[in-house]
């Protein structure tokens, strides 16, 4: 009895700690929708309507590419491992739909963590994918933030998008060309120091990693950076179809701008799924690119919906049948209370 008596408590300051850590992103989220929304009023929500309903193929069409094309990226990654596409495709699935509504990017950890011994690989080998596939990412978005921000641009947007269009670069090209060259040295700093117990536990998963990233090679990189950059065109083409469904009046690369900024939002902290700080992003980068406030900020509410409706759904989707299929689990809260805070 006096065990349940001593859980229960730190069960409870598990909990506080948890909504401490959530409450300063829900704050941040409402400002931010909030200031979106305070421009418009309901009648302009109301007032949307699909002007070309033959776009909703596109929205559909170029979904299903965009996060198909995701999974198969990272299955190429994880391919050292032996893992199929089938559990690549439905762990990256709840990690994208566990990001959308738990905070702090759970997901991801439960993709390094709680996955582990679906996909056959060490977290550390997981993590080292993790890393370079958000590189890869953003590297493709600064890209095109860099592009489509216009002659107009202020001189601290331009600075801003060549300062993270340097660092993403640097990022990239350390993991994909500078893994086979690090080998050799930190080999042989973890060979000075193997009588210490933490730098040896640490040389294991550091390795692992590093081969890891050696085994998908400089010609492997370069695909993936190929598929990044398809996978990032399909994203754009859901803007476009769903500017095009609505009727959003802007120039040509105002849902591409759009694209870029708010996928980087999702840097900013915020409510899980980037609530609010995605929003007024896409307003306000829409607004700069010829569209109305009063268009701008439905297009962005609906296009926010749409995809983590699409994405959580079909993540929770799999998630559940994947479930049902396991006689014997642990409940989801359990797990995610029960995750590392460093690599095991």
Request: with cysteine.
């Amino acid at each position: 009895m006096s065990e349940v008596n001593v859980a229960a408590p730190k069960a409870s300051a598990s909990k506080g700690r948890n909504l401490l850590k959530t409450l300063p992103g829900l704050l941040i989220s409402a400002g931010f929708l909030w200031y979106t929304f305070s421009k418009i009023s309901f009648s302009d929500l109301r007032a949307v309507r699909m002007v070309a309903p033959v776009w909703v193929l596109g929205v559909l069409a170029f979904t299903l590419a965009s996060y198909t094309l995701r999974c198969v990226r990272w299955t190429r990654m994880m391919r050292s491992t032996g893992a199929k596409f089938g559990v690549c495709a439905r762990v990256l699935m709840t990690s994208l739909a566990a990001n959308n509504i738990l905070p702090l990017r759970i997901g991801d950890i439960m993709r390094v963590f709680t996955y582990a011994g679906d996909l056959g690989a060490s977290p550390s080998v997981i993590l080292s994918t993790v890393i370079l596939e958000k590189l890869l990412d953003i590297f493709i978005l600064v890209l095109l933030f860099t592009v489509t921000m216009g002659a107009d641009a202020s001189p601290h947007s331009k600075a801003l998008a060549k300062t993270l269009l340097a660092i993403s670069t640097v990022g990239l090209l350390v993991l994909i060309v500078g893994a086979r060259t690090l080998k050799g040295p930190l080999e042989r700093f973890f060979a000075k120091h193997s009588s210490n117990a933490k730098i040896a536990k640490l040389e294991h998963f550091i390795m692992l990693a590093i081969d890891c990233l050696v085994e998908i090679g400089i010609p492997g990189s370069v695909l993936l950076l190929v598929q990044s950059a398809i996978i990032w065109t399909c994203e754009g083409m859901i803007f476009v179809s769903a500017a095009k469904l609505i009727g959003l009046v802007s120039d040509k690369i105002g849902p591409w701008a759009a694209v870029s900024v708010a996928n980087l939002s999702y840097l900013i902290p915020s409510s899980p799924g980037a609530i609010g700080t995605l929003d007024l992003a896409v307003t306000t980068d829409l607004e700069l690119h010829g569209a109305v406030a009063a268009q701008a900020a439905p297009f962005a509410l609906l296009v926010h919906a749409w995809l983590l409706i699409s994405v959580t759904g079909a993540g929770g989707l799999i998630f559940l049948i994947h479930r049902a299929r396991r006689p014997e689990h642990k409940p989801l809260i359990e797990e995610i209370e029960t995750l590392p805070t460093e690599l095991p």
